[in-house]
C-alpha cells in the first residue's frame, strides 16, 4: 500500500461516523449527568443577569451605591439617595440615622433637612418633621416650595395648628396646583376653621385631579350633610 492511500484510509477512519453504533448505558448517563451540572452551574452564576425580576429596584440601587461610597465616602448626594432607598425599602431607621449622620457634620444641608422632614412625618413624627422643615426655610428660603410647604401643611394639621396648616397648605397648591393630596388636607384644614364653602370646593378640585380619591370623598359626603 503506498503512502497516498495508507494516509487517505487513516483521515477516512478519522472523520466517519457510523450512525449505527452504540454507546453504552454507562457512557451515556454519564454525559447526561455532565451536561445538566453544567447547565445548573451556568445559570447559578447567571441568575441575577436572567432573572432580574428577584432582586428588587431598592437592593440593586442600594448595592450601586455602597460600591459608590467605597469609592467617595464623602459623596453627601450619595449617601441621602442611599438613606432614601433603605427607607423606601422598608429600613426606616436606617435611613433616617443615614441622613441624620449627614445633618451631623452638615447641619444646614438643605436636601438632608428635607428628606428628614419627609420621613418623619410619613412615619407620623410630626413634631420632629416640622421642626426640621421650619429650619430648612430658614437656612435655605424657596428650596422645593411645594414639597416642603405641603409637608409642614401636614405635619401642622395633625398636631391640631390648623391655622399654620392652612397657610402652608394655600401655599403648597399655590406653587403645585396638580396636587390632589395637597388640596385634600386644605380642604380638611378648611373644614377645622369652619369655613365649609371652601372646604367642600377644595375637596372637589382634588377628587377631580386624581379621579379617584376615597378619603376626600368620603370628606365631602360628611361636609354635604351638614
Known amino acids: 500500500m503506498n503512502r497516498a492511500k495508507t494516509l487517505k484510509n487513516f483521515l477516512d477512519h478519522k472523520i466517519c461516523f457510523d450512525p449505527k453504533a452504540k454507546i453504552s448505558l454507562y457512557k451515556a448517563a454519564i454525559i447526561l449527568t455532565l451536561v445538566i451540572l453544567t447547565t445548573f452551574i451556568t445559570l447559578w452564576f447567571l441568575k441575577d ?51 441624620e449622620k449627614v445633618l451631623a457634620k452638615y447641619p444646614h444641608d438643605a436636601k438632608a433637612l428635607l428628606n428628614l422632614g419627609l420621613m418623619l412625618s410619613d412615619r407620623g413624627q410630626y413634631q420632629e418633621s416640622i421642626k426640621a422643615l421650619e429650619k430648612l426655610t430658614q437656612v435655605k428660603p424657596g428650596f422645593e416650595v411645594a414639597k416642603v410647604s405641603f409637608y409642614l401643611g401636614r405635619s401642622y394639621y395633625e398636631t ?3 391655622r399654620d396648616s392652612l397657610r402652608n397648605l394655600e401655599q403648597a397648591v399655590l406653587r403645585d396646583p396638580g396636587y ?8 380638611l384644614a378648611y373644614e377645622k376653621t369652619g369655613d365649609h364653602t371652601k372646604a367642600i370646593k377644595t375637596l372637589q378640585k382634588g377628587i377631580y385631579l386624581s379621579g379617584s380619591y376615597p378619603e376626600a370623598e368620603k370628606a365631602l359626603r360628611r361636609l354635604a350633610s351638614q
Open 49 to 99: 443577569v436572567l432573572f432580574p425580576g428577584q432582586i428588587s429596584y431598592y437592593d440593586y440601587r442600594i448595592k450601586e451605591l455602597q460600591q459608590h461610597l467605597d469609592i467617595y465616602p464623602e459623596d453627601r448626594i450619595a449617601v441621602l439617595e442611599l438613606a432614601m432607598n433603605y427607607y423606601l425599602k422598608g429600613e426606616e431607621k436606617k435611613g433616617i440615622r443615614l441622613v
Open 160 to 162: 391640631g395648628n390648623y
Open 180 to 187: 390632589p393630596v395637597a388640596y385634600y388636607y386644605l380642604g
